[in-house]
């Protein structure tokens, strides 16, 4: 007798029932003698019927035919036959495809529990001997995991341990995984957790993606802001307002001086739009809004329905006339996550109006009301404290200020030394103000529009934020041209600006971008230079942006999959898809660059072997990333209680996927609980994600139970406009950059000396462009646009590393075990 010879070795599976019925996930642990079961013959010159393994085996036969799964199925066939429970889980699988192996295995356990020690299995010499000849081929055969073809590494497919665990192995991908390792299979899933439930449920094996943190990081930067708003900024800006406009009221009822009265009742109007959109749902009715000025009292109305309406059009309010540009309400549509209630739609509105309601240095009156406003903020320290508490948190969060701001005009008043009715009144004072607000701008500002028809530098209360991304889409359109040649950028751009391979020759090659427009390459250039001294740190969408950098990275060692021009594309569908995500958070602060216009019981459960995308600078990223975020809402007072208890639990993950892809880099063994790990991060991811959804108070058992926006992975955001005077009319649009439902990702990748068929989740980019006439697009529209076109926008380029094979049903995944044990 002798044990564990024929045996792979693997651990006890502690999760054995994590899922919520108490159930197992194989029902190799449940006797189902009397379900009939479609026999499995595996691929491979032998045609090894599995069904047939508990009968005679002819122990001389001709091997060196065999592929490795057929040699494994045989060498372990005589254990199976005792009912040995297998800890390797594609053994497991292979085995309980019979209709004898569930109840041998459930026997061997039973007599296990009786005499309380483990039983090991018995073998004949002729066993012994005939296992021996398979595990000399066996070794054989793994020294040819890889195969030169033309200069390069091909994978050995005939090498696969576990080809049976798809139930059909459509040619196209079986053909495309042999050349580069791994192909990207179109499929319509809610979230990406969910492919690995279903991973977990059917024990195959998983490939952890960087695009599965990604996703779940984005969800919680989103949902922690959003409550950030409706908790602590909301409120701030609300009174902030509104205290701005009795200071105005009191002035312009008080003043003696024409001019400070004339600004006061401005600035009195100005503030009211801004209290208004902070506090109403809807536009003014016929009747004017009250408690202001009656010569503004329509006007201030009409402002207000502008809003509501989210038309661009012009502003006797802010003096946008033919033939300057048209005022940008477009803008003021609620989008991103701030559709999701009525506070945010309104808190929206407000700070869109704080952040782009412009005063320009070309426009004299204009100065005025900005410098009296400036004066009173002056005065006023509990309003400089509100107006800290705001924007402070959002300068760490989202970038400094692009246009010059309300702090910055309150500096340079005091500077001049003159009191308030003296400055309105000198021309030659006010002059040099707006002079030195534009010189203060010339080295700031760095978002500015190219054309004549509008100011050129601007004052606004709460400007938004600058993103280097912004910078970059302006350079890489042709905006010199009588009529442009390149009118609208692509996210291309920016990756290949980032340094992210793949991404300029894409655009050249490919794309042909420099055909279109020969003076691509050196706008490529150009907005390199703008961008060179972005610092990284400064904020969190900078950081953000920075850890999509890491995912290129080819200095350190990478897996062969890594290494080929084919992954690129992998990695630029994911750092697109997850800068799409930034923009759709960032939606309302950055400044948008516009060319204008668990039980037990039971055998243990096997051990599934799975993988992390091991990228070891991003997970470091990843890791510094949450703790940055962390840090920052601690540091301005901002920590909720739903952030408090989601951080600790991202970080986690983020350092267990930095570890385990240390150790893959270095050929070290996994342990079985860092498999486990893996296992089941598909209900530890989705867990996590059922809190940051979850309003307060509110238990969400499970993502079925999730009824919101954020059910589906789907986002969308506009990030550029395309309306230049030089821009043909029909080429006059907005650039929009999304994500489709996620996409399922096969890899075969060594373990132990192995070749294993994981798979795992990404994300599916999407980059389409509207009309500058429409709406702005808002997730709920785009969700229900997907369900019509369910491949809508999806770059041409990825069709090289796209299988043109068919996932995973995704009607049901709502009914698979989740929410963690």
Request: charged share 25%; net charge negative.
């Amino acid at each position: 007798m002798m044990a564990g010879s024929l045996m792979l070795c693997a651990l006890p599976a502690a999760h054995a029932q994590n899922h919520n019925t108490g159930g197992y996930a194989d029902d190799a642990y449940i006797g189902r003698t009397q379900e009939k079961k479609t026999p499995l013959v595996l691929p491979g010159a032998g045609k090894i019927n599995v069904e047939k393994l508990n009968g005679k085996i002819d122990m001389q036969m001709d091997i060196s035919k065999l592929n490795l799964c057929e040699l494994r199925a045989l060498r372990n066939a005589f254990a199976a036959r005792q009912g040995y429970a297998f800890k390797d889980a594609t053994l497991r699988a292979l085995y309980s495809t019979t209709t004898w192996y569930a109840d041998t295995l459930l026997g061997h356990w039973d007599r296990e529990e009786i005499q309380g020690r483990s039983i090991p299995p018995r073998y004949t010499k002729a066993q012994l001997d005939f296992a021996t000849r398979i595990r000399a081929r066996e070794a054989e055969l793994r020294r040819r995991n890889f195969q030169p073809e033309d200069g390069r590494g091909r994978v050995n497919m005939d090498n696969l341990v576990n080809p049976f665990q798809l139930k059909e192995f459509d040619p196209k991908l079986h053909e495309m995984l042999g050349r580069t390792g791994f192909a990207i299979v179109p499929a319509e899933h809610n979230q990406l957790f969910h492919v690995y439930e279903k991973n977990d449920y059917a024990d195959f094996p998983s490939f952890v993606t960087t695009d599965l943190y990604l996703q779940l990081f984005h969800l919680y930067f989103d949902c922690v802001l959003r409550d950030v708003e409706e908790k602590h900024l909301d409120s701030l800006m609300t009174v902030f307002s509104s205290r701005m406009g009795t200071e105005l009221k009191m002035l312009a009822g008080s003043s003696r001086e024409a001019e400070v009265r004339t600004a006061a009742e401005f600035g009195q109007a100005w503030f009211a739009v801004a209290s208004w959109l902070f506090s109403h749902d809807e536009a003014p009715g016929q009747d004017a809004v009250p408690d202001i000025p009656e010569n503004y009292r329509q006007m201030v109305a009409d402002e207000i329905r502008k809003v509501f309406a989210g038309k661009n059009t012009y502003s006797e309010m802010l003096e946008y006339f033919p033939p300057r540009e048209p005022f940008a309400y477009a803008l003021f549509r609620p989008r991103g996550h701030y559709t999701r209630s009525q506070l945010c739609r309104r808190y929206f509105r407000g700070m869109m109006w704080l952040q782009t309601a412009h005063f320009g240095t070309d426009k004299p009156e204009k100065m005025k009301q900005v410098a009296l406003i400036a004066d009173i903020f002056n005065q006023r320290p509990e309003l400089q404290e509100l107006y800290g508490k705001v924007s402070d948190p959002i300068t760490y969060l989202m970038g400094t200020p692009d246009n010059i701001t309300l702090e910055q005009v309150s500096g340079l008043i005091r500077q001049t030394g003159l009191p308030i009715g003296k400055l309105l009144q000198s021309g030659k004072a006010m002059k040099k103000l707006a002079q030195e607000i534009e010189k203060l701008a010339q080295g700031q500002m760095r978002i500015v529009m190219p054309s004549a028809r509008a100011s050129r530098y601007l004052v606004d209360i709460m400007p938004q934020r600058y993103q280097p991304d912004a910078a970059a889409l302006i350079e890489t359109v042709d905006h010199k041209s009588k009529v442009s040649l390149r009118p609208c950028p692509k996210g291309l751009d920016w990756m290949a600006v980032m340094g992210l391979p793949g991404a300029e020759r894409i655009l050249t090659e490919e794309l042909k971008e420099a055909q279109k427009w020969p003076g691509f390459a050196g706008a490529l250039d150009e907005a390199r230079r703008k961008t060179a001294d972005t610092q990284w740190d400064a904020c969190m969408a900078n950081r953000w942006m920075q850890s999509l950098q890491t995912l290129g990275d080819t200095a350190q060692v990478r897996p062969y999959f890594m290494q080929t021009p084919q992954w690129q594309k992998k990695i630029l569908n994911t750092a697109l898809a997850s800068w799409a995500e930034l923009k759709h958070d960032a939606i309302l602060y950055a400044k948008q660059p516009m060319l204008a216009e668990c039980g037990d019981g039971g055998p243990e459960a096997p051990v599934v072997k799975g993988y992390i995308e091991p990228n070891v600078r991003f997970w470091e990223k990843a890791v510094d990333l949450v703790m940055q975020m962390d840090r920052t809402l601690t540091t301005y007072g901002l920590q909720t209680e739903k952030a408090k208890a989601v951080t600790e639990r991202i970080r986690e993950l983020a350092e267990f996927c930095r570890d385990i892809s240390r150790k893959e880099l270095a050929g070290k063994q996994l342990t079985d609980e860092e498999y486990e790990q893996i296992e089941i991060v598909g209900a530890t991811v989705e867990n996590i994600s059922l809190e940051l959804v979850s309003e307060d108070n509110q238990m969400l058992q499970g993502w079925s139970d999730v009824v919101s926006t954020d059910k589906k992975v789907a986002v969308v955001a506009d990030v550029f406009t395309a309306n230049g005077d030089n821009v043909a009319i029909k080429d006059r649009c907005v650039l929009y950059e999304g994500v489709g439902p996620a996409y399922e990702i096969y890899v075969v990748v060594e373990i132990d000396g192995s070749l294993y068929l994981t798979r795992g989740a990404v994300f599916s980019y999407r980059e389409f462009t509207r009309l500058v006439s429409d709406p702005r697009m808002t997730d709920e529209e785009w969700q229900k646009e997907l369900m019509k076109t369910p491949a809508g926008g999806t770059p041409v380029w990825m069709k090289e590393v796209t299988a043109p094979a068919k996932g995973m049903s995704a009607d049901d995944e709502e009914t698979f075990y989740s929410s963690g044990c």
